[in-house]
Nanobody, 124 residues
């Protein structure tokens, strides 16, 4: 059974950084991409970042490009997303998801398994 569990969310002030973790189990971790998505109140879920199975390829949404890092520790079966210089518009529930293939995409349709999400609130 595939399981993904996000952690690391919370209340942060604008300009600060946050690192989210996605712990996984139930699949051959290095074979699949893992993606991060987010959903703000009243908005559709949107792509944030994705990383390929061995971590060699990363893709970011324009909204976080240049201030985000995505990485993975295949020994720990965990993926990390760090966002720096957080803005109020980064406030959302952040989800991680297992990709269908080695390389990820920006479409949520290509991610069959999802975690429950972690709330990130950026406010002073």
């Amino acid at each position: 059974q595939v399981q993904l569990a996000e952690s690391g969310g919370g209340l942060v002030q604008p300009g600060n950084s946050l690192r989210l973790s996605c712990a996984t189990s139930g699949f051959t971790f290095s074979f699949y991409a893992v993606g991060w998505f987010r959903q703000a109140p009243g908005k559709e879920r949107e792509f944030v970042a994705t990383i390929s199975g061995r971590g060699g390829t990363t893709v970011f949404a324009d909204s976080v490009k240049g201030r985000s890092t995505i990485s993975r520790d295949n020994a720990k079966k965990t993926v990390y997303l760090q966002i720096d210089n957080l803005k109020p518009e980064d406030t959302a529930v952040y989800y991680c998801a297992q990709g269908r293939e080695f390389y990820g995409s920006d479409s949520s349709a290509n991610y069959p398994s999802w975690g429950q999400g972690t709330q990130v609130t950026v406010s002073s």
